[in-house]
């Protein structure tokens, strides 16, 4: 069946660049997605990405794509303590309208 | 333009009781899907509603059913509850469209808690 896999934790300090890094298991997967999620708030969309792209980029965030080796990462640039937040990777063989499998979320901690 | 709203924020059931979760569309959206997120894990998708049917579903009890009501708005039931029911769950809305920006939009979640 389809599996999304990531890191649990990842810690780094302001200023510097994250990256989470995910894998997943469905070749068909058409679109990939990064979700943020704050403490006791649902989630909130941060960028997407279609399976025929390698990259894109959207201000501090890029997002690379490998679909040889069906991994995706999200690389945050000049990290912010308003970064802290679990991180979801999710895919899902077409969009909008069918369900989106996640990943179990990475925990980023920003140090001051 | 409200986003997707759900209600209660918070619940508290105990075991065997029935809970009804609510939730309103972003404005626009007629797709309404529902999602569990346990304590540590990532959403779980429970279904989906469309023209006020179910259309997909995911791997969850028949407990768990739904409503959705011709102005997209949509509940969520779960019957005779379980302590592993307590979760926050989180309703999503989407409408069809031919990119990947009709992506779902999640409401901030309503937290069950069983005991």
């Known amino acids: 069946g389809e599996d999304v896999e990531q890191s649990l934790f990842l810690s780094v300090r302001e200023g510097d660049s994250s990256v989470i890094n995910c894998t997943y298991t469905d070749s068909s997967s058409t679109y990939l997605y990064w979700y943020k999620q704050e403490p006791g708030a649902g989630l909130q969309l941060l960028t997407y990405i279609f399976s025929n792209m390698d990259m894109k980029q959207d201000q501090r965030l890029t997002v690379l794509l490998n679909k040889k080796d069906k991994h995706l990462s999200l690389r945050i640039a000049d990290t912010q303590t308003g970064d802290s937040a679990i991180y979801f990777c999710a895919e899902t063989p077409n969009s909008g309208n069918t369900p989106l499998v996640f990943g179990k979320g990475t925990r980023l901690s920003v140090i001051a | 333009d409200a986003g997707v709203t759900q209600s209660p924020t918070h619940l508290i059931k105990t075991r065997g009781q029935q809970v009804t979760l609510r939730c309103s569309p972003k404005?626009?959206?007629?797709?309404v899907s529902w999602y569990q997120q346990a304590l540590g894990q990532g959403p779980q998708f429970i279904f989906q509603y469309y023209e006020e049917e179910e259309r997909q579903r995911g791997n969850f009890p028949d407990r768990f059913s739904g409503h959705q009501f011709p102005n997209y708005s949509s509940e969520l039931n779960v019957n005779a509850l379980l302590l592993g029911d307590s979760a926050l769950y989180l309703c999503?809305?989407?409408?069809?469209?031919?990119?990947?920006?009709?992506?779902?939009?999640f409401g901030p979640g309503t937290r069950l808690t069983v005991t």
């Open positions: 999503a809305s989407s409408s069809p469209g031919t990119g990947g920006e009709d992506e779902q939009y």
């Open positions: 404005s626009g959206h007629d797709t």
